[in-house]
């Protein structure tokens, strides 16, 4: 059986003065290591941007007008996510959590918002929540790529958007005024400009705090009687709302619509988009019916659940940063979103923390975390799909960047092509479209080099990382204590509910024979293995010898 404990190198010499320590080992459970999402390595792709293994569903709805550079479809697809689930590229990279863009039927129109035509590639402009965008695929590979994500442990987790509607076009008009608001446009200085407000102009903003009764869209209607789907979908609705006793307001449709997904296909979880434009209690109500729903998926397909956590939620607070504790402020009034149902934020600071020197980040994460946000989650990134300032956007300092991410307290979220130096800064593109090419899969193979950087060597690296990531819930949900500050050598120790890991990592360490003191976690004989080298030593007299050619090694069983 394996011990689930990882432990990096500490070299003998830095010990050598201090007072002598009893030979006691961290009592440490036996067995594979559990999930925790406090420790999710989660991989964020844009689904049209990652693979495309469906080149017939590329073009739907007469998607033909020639977009702006990286502002039309592209082709990738859910069944290229799948492909590459099947080909082992998350479990290599050391993934347990897939986040992906959202696969709802999106506006059919083009928009111009500045930048040049633009479809809704990117899968916020939500034209139908109750069906996928034939441009993605069907709701049969959708269900196929849960299930195979499921079969490779790896939890998947659903981008939902319940703040507004897709653009008006020439093709998408606007839904009715008992829905949506289409101003004022907000202005984000306080919570009433950033809250009861269209988010930019020309994006209704979903009335989310309404709780009139109203019909369904007429054009929704329409569009239903025409697929032969109509009374379907109103019997689905009548009986929601009759078991619920929810009032037919704007919102609880769209409760409806999206934890269907949960109902149907078992997904783990919501990301939940542009979360500080509406109400707190929006979330709470959601994480409501989710839960509900996720327990249903369980009970139907006892033989597909994965192990006993509960559904997970992770807001986008747009602005969040851990050093906040557990508050947002609008400028004129501070919300607490962890009380609304949700698991954890996504922390908009990390890429600035970066910045800063292993020990500083670390140790700033790890008495946050213990402390003030003790129970709740960050969501740490280092690039995203609309983020113009990310930490490392040359990719002049790709392996820094994967050894920071990964091994943060926190969890760590992974930006498609973070892993392979993909290109953010490409000419001709403009705002946000810079930082959503295409996967770089060819240059995985063909021996690109970006800043003196090898492709292959970034992607060897990020693998090494994530995958000692995963077997380690320590790595990013114990408590941080630096061991030795030269050579930079760390611990970490995760106990809950009768499960203990711990952890140790030495970084910038000299190349070649490293004498490791590991007395205080590991018995003399336990034979350990350095998941950077992938070298397996022996402990004695309380030591173990790495002789490997790099300047890292981290420990485990």
């Known amino acids: 059986m394996k011990l689930k404990i990882a432990i990096s190198a500490i070299l003998f010499a830095c010990f050598a003065c201090s007072s002598p320590r009893p030979n006691a080992a961290i009592s440490l459970s036996e067995g594979k290591a559990p999930f925790v999402w406090e420790n999710a390595n989660m991989y964020f792709l844009m689904t049209d941007r990652f693979y495309n293994a469906d080149k017939a569903n590329d073009v739907n709805f007469d998607r033909s007008v020639e977009c702006a550079k990286l502002r039309g479809f592209m082709g990738g697809d859910i069944k290229g996510i799948t492909q590459k689930i099947e080909d082992g590229y998350f479990d290599q990279l050391g993934i347990n959590a897939i986040w992906f863009t959202p696969v709802v039927e999106q506006d059919h129109g083009v928009v111009n918002e500045g930048y040049g035509d633009n479809y809704g590639f990117h899968g916020y402009w939500a034209q139908d929540w109750t069906r996928l965008d034939p441009n993605f695929g069907t709701e049969e590979e959708l269900a196929e790529m849960v299930q195979k994500a499921h079969r490779h442990g790896i939890r998947v987790v659903m981008d939902v958007v319940v703040n507004h509607t ?37 994006l209704p903003d979903i009335l989310t705090e309404s709780n009139a009764n109203v019909d369904l869209p007429q054009q929704l209607v329409e569009k239903w009687k025409k697929e032969g789907r109509y009374e379907k979908e109103k019997s689905e609705l009548d009986a929601f709302f009759n078991n619920t006793g929810y009032p037919r307001a704007p919102r609880f449709y769209i409760y409806k619509w999206l934890t269907d997904y949960v109902r149907k296909y078992g997904f783990d979880g919501f990301r939940c988009d542009t979360t500080k434009h509406t109400e707190a209690s929006v979330w709470e109500e959601l994480r409501k019916d989710a839960d509900k729903a996720f327990a249903d998926w369980k009970k139907a397909h006892p033989d597909q659940v994965l192990d006993d956590n509960a559904f997970y939620m992770v807001g986008e607070v747009y602005g969040y940063s851990i050093q906040n504790d557990r508050m947002y402020d609008y400028g004129d009034r501070k919300v607490d979103f962890f009380q609304y149902g949700l698991d954890g934020l996504i922390n908009f600071s990390f890429k600035e923390d970066a910045k800063k020197s292993y020990e500083t980040l670390f140790s700033r994460y790890s008495s946050q975390l213990a402390g003030p946000l003790k129970g709740k989650m960050v969501l ?81 690296h990020w693998q090494k990382l994530g995958q000692f990531r995963r077997a ?63 070298l397996k030593v022996k402990v004695s007299g309380g030591k173990v010898v790495v002789d490997s050619g790099f300047d890292m090694v981290l420990l485990g069983k």
């Not at 005024?177 to 907000?186: G, M």
């Open 166 to 202: 897709g653009p008006v076009t020439s093709q998408d008009p606007v839904w009715p005024s008992d829905w949506v608001r289409e101003t004022p446009e907000c202005k984000h200085n306080s919570y009433e400009t950033s809250v009861p407000c269209a988010l930019v102009k020309n």
């Open 472 to 534: 380690h819930p320590a790595v990013g949900a114990g408590v941080h204590k630096m061991m030795s500050a030269k050579p930079y050598v760390f611990k970490r120790v995760y106990t809950k509910k009768g499960y203990t890991d711990a952890v140790m990592v030495g970084l910038d360490m000299p190349k070649g024979k490293k004498e490791i003191m590991v007395r205080n976690v590991f018995a003399d004989g336990t034979v350990l293995q350095d998941y950077y080298s992938g």
């Open 380 to 460: 740490n990134y280092l690039s995203s799909h609309d983020d113009g300032g990310p930490f490392d956007k040359e990719r002049t300092r790709c392996l820094e960047a994967g050894t920071k991410l990964l091994l943060c307290p926190g969890q760590a979220q992974v930006y498609y092509g973070d892993e392979t130096a993909r290109m953010l800064d490409i000419p001709g593109t403009s705002g946000d479209a810079t930082l959503r090419s295409f996967m770089n899969w060819e240059e995985i193979n063909n021996g690109t080099v970006r800043n003196g950087f090898r492709v292959s060597d970034v992607l060897s």
